[in-house]
């Protein structure tokens, strides 16, 4: 179900980025010496000791500045603390307690959330410096030394931030509840949709672009299983994100599509496919997630015999970068055809989990090279020893080979249109990773 939130927050170049890429374990966010490099909010799984939970880097926040950008910032910082559950306020050794960092414990305080004290550029080993003691002016409880850098303290911070969270109360009741993300563009109709299968107003529904503004979970049980609902707000192009409150919006979207098992990708019957929809329906394949995309307000389009055949070959075309995903004409408004909705949303859910034991994968296999011989590159030819799947969600499938070179793309596509043949896969990506011998 949902991880809780930890939002890494401070005033401007204290190293919250440089931290914040430390506890993800990669370089994510840009770290530079000027202060204001960190503008939105940016996100990513942390792990610690088993424990899971989302981390938020933050722009610098500066309560008094005038200055547009700044302020702009200000208020993202203040909508990752109110989504937050732990706030880790960052602050610097070096400059000791400024003005700005009351202001900005005063600030965490009003908000109620538990807070971890971070003093950053603790780089020596040993004792922390007379200075760090400073730190308890703040009245925010011990500090924790940390070099971001090098990595010290790191470790006592994680432990101070894991137990402030609450991790029983994230365990849902929901949890053996089949996650389906609801997304799309903006107005084509999700709310009303969870509103449908609900059988009640959940969510609030306007004609008005933006009305959703956070994910909100309806957990609906039934005769085709436990489904937890996940209503997101529509996920605009990045251009036309100009509310701080709308950033926050699209940042749980993309939070709520981590967290399910499948997506429903909404699409306007009216409007058709538009780029912004292959951008959303991209980020849900790159994830591995089951995918389902509903064609909804199938009621108000203009039909004839063949209007659905043809509306669905154009379908087939524009996502052709997802050629495995099943198409569903349904209205939210109406209920047409929500029941081949949940239908679809189980066997998609059931081939994204799905396992091949090695034996039937090494079968297709063989049949496949001896259909079409694998590549070879100056006399030299491509050899699958074997192929394997060490894990679901997606099906991913590790290929033996004697050169990776040889193992060419279009024959990748070939070898997992094989798998696919054989063992289905409807509405799920697959995963080939190739390996050579020894590696």
């Known amino acids: 179900m949902a991880k809780p939130v930890v939002a890494v927050v401070g005033r401007p170049n204290v190293g919250k980025s440089t931290l914040f890429n430390k506890l993800i374990g990669r370089r994510m966010a840009i770290v530079e010496d000027t202060p204001g490099v960190t503008r939105d909010r940016i996100y990513a799984p942390c792990e610690w000791l088993g424990r899971e939970f989302m981390l938020v880097d933050t722009g610098g926040i500066e309560p008094y500045s005038e200055d547009v950008i700044l302020a702009q910032m200000r208020r993202q910082a203040q909508l990752a603390i109110d989504s937050a559950d732990v706030a880790i306020l960052v602050t610097d050794l070096m400059t000791g307690v400024t003005a700005t960092d009351q202001e900005v414990a ?30 308890y002016n703040l009245g925010l409880g011990d500090p924790i030394a940390v070099s971001s850098v090098h990595g010290h303290g790191t470790g006592d911070l994680l432990d101070a931030v894991c137990g402030k969270i609450d991790f029983e109360k994230e365990a849902d009741a929901g949890e053996d509840a089949v996650g389906v993300a609801v997304i799309g563009k903006p107005n084509v109709g999700k709310s009303s949709l969870i509103n449908r299968i609900a059988g009640e107003e959940r969510v609030i529904v306007s004609d008005i672009a933006g009305t959703t503004r956070d994910a909100t979970d309806t957990l609906i049980e039934n005769e085709f299983g436990r489904f937890n609902f996940i209503d997101t707000a529509g996920i605009r192009k990045k251009a036309k994100v100009t509310e701080a ?33 292959s951008k959303i329906a991209g980020y849900a394949h790159e994830q591995g997630k089951g995918c389902v995309v509903a064609v909804n307000k199938w009621d108000a389009v203009e039909k004839d015999g063949k209007t659905m055949q043809e509306y669905q070959k154009k379908l087939e075309t524009d996502f052709s970068f997802m050629s495995y995903v099943p198409f ?29 034991t090695t034996g039937a994968l090494n079968d297709v296999l063989a049949y496949a090279t001896a259909r079409v011989q694998p590549p070879s590159d100056k006399g030299k030819r491509l050899k699958i020893y074997y ?45 080939i990773i190739v390996r050579e011998r020894g590696e």
Not at 254 to 275: K, N, Q, S
Not at 329 to 347: C, H, N, P, W, Y
């Open 106 to 135: 005063s600030m965490l305080l009003k908000s109620g959330k538990p807070i971890v004290l971070c003093v950053n550029k603790c780089d020596r080993i040993g004792d922390p410096p007379p200075e760090f003691y400073e730190f």
């Open 245 to 277: 409150i709308e950033h926050y919006s699209v940042l749980r979207a993309y939070m709520a599509v981590d967290r399910a098992e499948v997506c429903v990708i909404m699409v306007d019957a009216l409007e058709g496919f538009t780029e912004q929809d």
């Open 328 to 356: 569903v004409f349904i209205s939210a408004k109406t209920g047409q055809r929500l029941d081949k909705l949940f239908k679809t949303i189980v066997e998609v859910d059931a081939e994204n989990k799905k396992r091949v």
């Open 387 to 431: 192929i394997t799947q060490p894990s679901t969600r997606p099906p991913t499938f590790v290929a033996f080979v004697n050169k990776k070179d040889l193992f060419h793309f279009s024959y990748q596509r070939y070898l997992e249109n094989q798998i696919r043949e054989t063992f289905g896969l409807k509405g799920t990506p697959v995963r």
